[in-house]
Every structure is written in C-alpha cells, then in structure tokens.
C-alpha cells in the first residue's frame, strides 16, 4: 500500500517504519505524505491505543532528502517545509501517544521528528543533530522550537548553529531523550511501555496528552483550568465508571475507549 513506510497493528499498538534504507530513510515529499495519510489513519482506529515510530536499517531518518532540496527555488523551499510542519504537528497533536524508537541516524528532520512524538527512546548507537547550516539552511521542520523547549535555549543555539551530532548519552544527559537501551532492547522497551499506555483508559490518556501539550504554552492558572476541565470532563465516560470499579473490586480494568 505505501512505497516508502511499513505499517501494522498488533495488540492495539500501531507500528510505523519508514522504509528507505537505501537512502538512511530520508524524509522527501512521498515519505511526508505517506506518514500523514498512515497517522491520520491511526488518529480514526479505536483499535489502536499507542503508536511506535521507528526506521529500517541503521538509520531512524538521516534528514530530509538533500537531493530533492538542492533544486528547490524559495516558493518551493517554503511549501517543502510547510508540508513538513504539517505533519510534524499532527503527530504532536494527535491525542494517541507516539513512541519514537530511535535505531540510528536522527538528523536533521530526523531529530524533528523524534521530537514530535511524545518521547524518545533511542538506541545507544543513535546519533543526533541539526546539522541544517552547515548545508546553507536553517532547520525547517520545527527544530528551532521544539529543540530549545527540550535542551534550553542556550543548548539549542549551540546545536543548531555548530551543526554539531551528538551520542546517544548526550541527548540523554540534555534532555532530548528519555531513555537509552542497547539495541537489541530498543523495541522490547518501547513495546512494553506501548503496552503500558494501550492498558489505560484512552479517553483520559488523550486528555492528559492533550493538557500537556497545550498548557506548556500556557500560564498555570490557565493551564489548571484546562486540566480541570478535562478532568470533569472524564466523569462522563464509561471509562471512568469501569476503571474505578474495578479498581475497588480489585480487579484489571477492561476499558472500551467510551
């Protein structure tokens, strides 16, 4: 179905890989738009309560595809880049959680969008970067915002502008990753933490992720505002009702996404 990714569904986790090894999956216009349809689609299945990013072969995402830039004109550059926003912030958005499971190379718009999934566990072997203006460009898939909210915005500057990559225990000593396994454990833990999340109720863990996102850009008396109405708002899932019924009869919630 799609040329340049890998998709399926198993015990309602949703597997993405993006599939050009050939080239260190390097994200060009067929690649963005195969990972918006496959997300948009993920965003419409009940059946899928977690999702887990990951790329074939020795690299995560190299970048974004250098050939098919270098002849871009300005119109063209800002549209590429458009496009890359778009579905940068979907993923980011969308109320089911994303796991990207670094394997490798993550630069460039690789980095960009390990950082739009909701956390990032990576291979001790990965590497990161924006390596954008050592190329005559800045990064343009959200790097410049999402990196400085992650590191700081002195850490950022010093990544972006030396162009710098970094180890895998760097990006963990700053803040880029949450975690780092040898990479034989990458997928064994980030599959145990999918299972995690697909175990609990999907109504509230979107809410939560949603009141997350949108109230770090927020002031806390805001912030608490949305929270509270999400919380009130759970009250009114069947969810709700199962999930603390079983837990005073002790037993495991079975929870149906209403």
Do not use: W
Request: with cysteine.
């Amino acid at each position: 179905m799609y040329q340049t990714i890998k998709y399926e569904v198993k015990e309602n986790i949703g597997y993405v890989t993006i599939n050009r090894p050939e080239a260190l999956n390097a994200l060009n216009k067929t690649v963005l738009e195969e990972l918006f349809d496959v997300f948009n689609k993920i965003d419409d299945d009940d059946a899928v309560r977690a999702v887990i990013l990951t790329g074939e072969g020795r690299s995560f995402v190299a970048g974004a595809d250098i050939a098919q830039m270098s002849t871009l004109n300005v119109a063209e550059g800002r549209a590429f880049g458009a496009y890359g926003h778009k579905v940068m912030n979907f993923i980011e958005k969308m109320e089911k959680p994303v796991i990207a499971a670094v394997n490798g190379f993550a630069l460039g718009g690789g980095c960009e969008i390990a950082m739009a999934c909701d956390f990032r566990i990576s291979s001790s072997k990965a590497k990161f970067g924006q390596p954008e203006v050592g190329l005559g460009i800045t990064p343009g898939f959200g790097g410049t915002q999402r990196l400085s909210k992650l590191v700081g915005k002195g850490m950022a500057k010093m990544l972006i502008l030396t162009a710098d990559t970094i180890n895998a225990e760097e990006a963990y000593r700053i803040g880029l990753v949450e975690k780092v396994v040898e990479p034989e454990e990458l997928l064994p833990v980030c599959e145990e933490i999918a299972k995690k999340i697909a175990s609990k109720a999907p109504i509230a863990v979107g809410m939560a992720k949603t009141c997350i996102n949108k109230g770090y850009h927020l002031d806390m008396f805001s912030g608490c505002a949305l929270e509270a109405e999400a919380f009130g708002g759970c009250f009114g899932t069947e969810d709700q009702k199962e999930g603390m019924k079983a837990f005073l009869e002790k037993r495991p919630a079975e929870f149906k996404n209403r």
